[in-house]
């Protein structure tokens, strides 16, 4: 049987053209996050299964590619489920292993610890545009902060460096996981139909207020909880009008500090922007991971349908581990969609080293071949990067995919007559 030359289905080989643009992007998000106080952190690509399945994880969590165990441990003729035969998997976010990694190396971390981690996680899904099962992830987080200075910290540091990658014109929306709250038990829905309430919620930009209410009663809801809900998604507006619209109405059910908070997050993060973009309130806004548990947060490109990134806080998660909960909030950029955004566009690395071409005819004497290497040499000691290469016999051929590869000086060494 033969080899299969093909990626396995949902991963993909890297061109060299895009793997220039993903360092470049990589080497931005260094630097700019650094700027703000993050430090570089790196956790295993292979989780222990208990943590992966923790119910944390939201639909996530039915996409692990599960590790079996190996050796005595596999025992295949007694294995009842499938504790019985997995022991790790391979991690589907980065947010599960950044609390483990807290909450074992907690005493040597600094408080509040600035953390950026940059790494491949796997799901199991259906690909599609910018969809794969092996893809990267950037996230950075802050863990000890209890404030809304790390919701502050995280959009401004984020809305910088997608700035930084020429994406004017991106819009990020807020909401928070307790306003959604309020305003279902506001409606008369109980704690335990909240998840559901919110899945079908989630739906609002592809049904509609009439579609989402629709759905509600086709799941068993009586219709005027369904129109009461509703009715405060008609009557609430996108900007901080909306928000202080919220604490009246839901009062007795919303801590007027959450709306508050909010509306501090969002003016101080105006009055200091490093890019244009617009930040707004937006109450339909969910974020699929049950983890969350106060401001949420995500970053859409104008002309691209889908998010680019998001986050949240999520204060429940390290206590998981511990015992005792630990203020945590973080953002995660989407890196393999921003450089999905960035090729289409054709887009030119502004500090991109100037790049020549040697060309080397083949049977060149030894000496000629010495000077060609020396003055090779002495180009790269001044920064520029230099290709030495055989000559083809179709020189203009190789000239031309030189040139694609931004060669802007090909120069050719011929044997003497």
């Known amino acids: 049987m033969p080899l299969k030359k093909k990626p396995v289905t949902g991963m993909k080989d890297i061109l060299p053209r895009e793997m220039e643009i993903r360092n470049y992007v990589m080497n931005l998000i260094k630097e700019t996050y650094g700027m703000f106080g993050f430090v570089n952190i790196e956790t295993p690509c292979v989780e222990h299964i208990e943590n992966l399945s923790s119910k944390q994880g939201g639909e996530n969590e039915k996409l692990i590619f599960k590790i079996m165990k ?11 489920s499938d504790a019985d035969l997995v022991d790790g998997g391979l991690r589907y976010d980065l947010t599960v292993p950044l609390s483990r990694y807290y909450s ?10 600035k953390a950026l981690q940059m ?4 799901r199991a899904d259906r690909p599609q545009r910018g969809r794969y099962r092996q893809f990267m992830q950037c996230d950075i987080d802050i863990l000890g902060e209890p404030t809304i200075l790390a919701e502050i910290e995280l959009i401004q540091a984020t809305s910088t460096l997608v700035g930084k990658l020429d994406f004017q014109g991106f819009t990020i929306r807020i909401n928070d996981r307790k306003i959604l709250k309020a305003m279902a038990a506001y409606s008369g829905f109980p704690e335990e139909a909240y998840d559901e309430v919110f899945i079908i919620l989630d739906k609002m930009d592809k049904i509609g207020l009439e579609g989402v209410e629709e759905e509600l009663v086709k799941a ?3 219709k005027e909880k369904a129109e009461k809900y509703l009715e405060l998604y008609r009557e609430v507006t996108p900007d901080l009008a909306g928000i202080r619209y919220l604490k009246e109405k839901l009062t007795g059910f919303l801590d007027p500090k959450c709306a508050e908070d909010l509306e501090t997050i969002i003016t101080s993060v105006e009055a200091v922007k490093t890019a244009d973009f617009k930040l707004v309130f937006d109450p339909t806004l969910v974020r699929g991971m049950s983890y969350y548990t106060g401001p949420i947060f995500e970053i859409s490109i104008d002309g691209f349908g889908g998010s680019v990134g998001g986050g949240g806080r999520y204060d429940e998660m390290i206590g998981r581990f511990t015992g005792q909960n630990t203020p945590a909030c973080g953002f995660s950029v989407g890196f393999e969609r921003i ?11 502004p500090s991109r080293k100037e790049k020549k071409a040697f060309l080397i005819e083949k049977g060149i004497a030894g000496d000629a071949l010495i000077k060609v290497f020396e003055e090779a040499k002495a180009e790269r000691a001044t920064g520029v990067q230099v290709n030495v290469v055989q000559m083809k016999k179709n020189r203009k051929f190789q000239v031309e995919q030189l040139e694609k590869e931004g060669y802007t000086e090909i120069r050719s060494f011929y044997v003497e007559k």
């Open 339 to 349: 450089v999905m955004l960035l090729l289409e566009k054709d887009y030119q690395i």
């Open 220 to 222: 068993g809801y009586e």
């Open 70 to 80: 190996r050796g005595e441990k596999l025992k295949l003729e007694t294995a009842q």
């Open 104 to 113: 074992n190396n907690a005493n040597e971390l600094p408080s509040p610890f």
């Open 119 to 122: 790494g491949n996680v796997w």
